[in-house]
């Protein structure tokens, strides 16, 4: 019976050491990104149906968000429109970040291009579940040059 060698037993930890690093950095970079800060949160119109047209959130001070998804039926699996009006902030970067009410589904964010002050568009879409129906959230990102942060 072969002993086992302790130089390569030193090599095995000494790499696995080096994974458990590049995990942990990896991580650590992609926090930001993952959870963004969130500096204000606005109520949604529950009644509002994104079918029916955009939906309007006042953040107060005067700013005012319009999130809106064409086609109106919103297919799965389709390449869907998303625009999004704002008033009343100066804004860096807006993203539409979807996700499943009932079952994480991932990472799935898109980022919209500016077309003119306050308008920004972008083509998205919605990935199938594995179920038969699946609700989905849709919250929209705002990032201002002023904070930094996020405006959900």
């Not at 970079?29 to 939906?55: E, M, N, T």
């Not at 100066?90 to 964010?109: A, E, P, T, Y």
């Not at 291009?113 to 990935?127: A, Y």
């Amino acid at each position: 019976m072969k002993k086992p060698n302790n130089r390569n037993r030193l090599l095995w930890a000494v790499v696995g050491l080096l994974l458990l690093t590049i995990c942990a950095f990896a991580v650590y970079k992609a926090q930001p990104i993952l959870f963004p800060k969130i500096k204000q949160s606005a109520k949604v119109d529950p009644h509002c149906d994104l079918r029916a047209g955009p939906c309007v959130s006042d953040l107060g001070q005067g700013i005012r968000v319009s999130f809106g998804i064409k086609p109106k039926e919103i297919p799965l699996l389709k390449p869907i429109k998303l625009h999004v009006s704002i008033v009343g902030l100066q804004v860096d970067k807006v993203q539409v970040d979807f996700s499943g009410v009932d079952m994480n589904m991932g990472f799935n964010r898109v980022t919209l291009n500016p077309l003119r002050e306050g308008v920004f568009q972008g083509d998205g879409m919605i990935p199938v579940c594995v179920r038969d129906a699946m609700e989905w959230e849709a919250n929209v990102l705002i990032s201002t040059h002023e904070h930094g942060s996020f405006i959900r």
